[in-house]
């Protein structure tokens, strides 16, 4: 199955979940709250659509969509065997938990989410596996997962550690020459910042995937297989906890969009000084956040 028909596929049924959640003659949301919600592009959504109003789930005139039948189970459409890569499992693992607000503490239903995700409960336990090593999860006494807190020195650890290797891949960043193909990554990524910017009022929510993806984009230009697996770990923790407290989360990420664009903007104006400065402030307040949810949590 071609990986453009999947992600349609997968679309599909993801909207078909949310037209569940519906009654017959509310509305949809817009294309664009579509497309951050099924983490697609708006052409992905538009064909989605207009199949699902093909089939008479919904009516679509203009900008109105209506709900008019409760989607049917055949109504849903065959992906792939084969499961998630551990990359989409790790994706799919730090979205349940930022999206459904799950506590430390929580019973792991490995069961559930190995169906829910379409895959092997084995990879699921050897997935959790490789997170107990940092402390992220742990065996409960009587079998099965739980997730759990972190105490301030291991945050305080983890965020000087952090600033380490952002730093230096910021100044690689830097440096990289003109006709580099990242460079152009990072202009969309300064598009996306600005497009969420003036959208924060409805989709702040938002804000942690593409944190997520502006980091790992400058991290990416290091190239040193010993730190792969700690940048994975570290995202996981940051953009876990970033979410806990959800005090003024919008004018928190509303500042962090602001702190992303100056490193952005001194990366594309070649100013390695600059962004060092911009980093190092975007750091520190991402170390503030971290501590700040620990203290809220009472986990210190």
Same mark, same amino acid.
């Given at each position: ?6 992600? *349609?596929?997968?679309? *599909? ?78 994706? #799919? ?5 930022? #999206? ?7 019973? =792991? ?23 107990? #090593? ?5 065996? #409960? ?62 989709? *702040? ?34 953009? /876990?906890? /970033? ?13 962090? =969009? ?43």
């Amino acid at each position: 199955m071609a990986r453009t028909d999947e992600r *349609f596929r997968e679309a *599909f049924n993801a909207l078909l979940t949310i037209c569940e959640g519906l009654k017959v003659g509310e509305t949809l949301p817009s294309e664009t709250q579509l497309a951050a919600k099924l983490e697609v592009s708006r052409t992905v959504v538009r064909s989605v659509l207009t199949r699902l109003d093909n089939e008479g789930v919904i009516q679509w005139e203009g900008r109105s969509k209506t709900l008019l039948r409760a989607p049917r189970k055949g109504d849903q459409l065959a992906t792939r065997e084969e499961g998630l890569s551990s990359e989409e499992l790790e994706q #799919r693992f730090l979205d349940w938990i930022l #999206r459904f607000d799950v506590p430390p503490g929580t019973p =792991i239903n490995v069961t559930e989410l190995a169906r829910n995700w379409n895959v092997q409960q084995h990879s699921l336990q050897e997935f959790l596996a490789s997170l107990s #090593r940092f402390s992220l999860v742990r065996r #409960r006494k009587r079998g099965g997962w739980e997730l759990l807190g972190f105490t301030s020195d291991f945050a305080i650890e983890l965020s000087d550690f952090r600033t380490v290797l952002e730093l230096n891949a910021v100044s690689k960043f830097a440096q990289l020459p003109d006709d580099a193909p990242i460079w152009a990554d990072l202009k969309k990524l300064k598009q996306e910042h600005l497009e969420l910017r003036d959208q924060i009022d409805t989709r *702040f929510h938002d804000f942690s995937l593409l944190d997520e993806r502006f980091h790992n984009t400058i991290g990416g230009v290091v190239k040193n297989r010993f730190t792969a697996e700690f940048q994975r770990v570290i995202a996981l923790i940051f953009h /876990y906890h /970033y979410q806990w407290d959800k005090k003024d989360e919008q004018e928190r990420n509303a500042a962090a =969009i602001t702190e992303h664009l100056r490193l952005i903007d001194a990366l594309l104006t070649r100013d390695e000084p600059a962004a060092l400065a911009a980093a190092k402030d975007h750091l520190v307040t991402s170390k503030q956040t971290l501590l700040a949810s620990l203290g809220i949590h009472d986990f210190a």
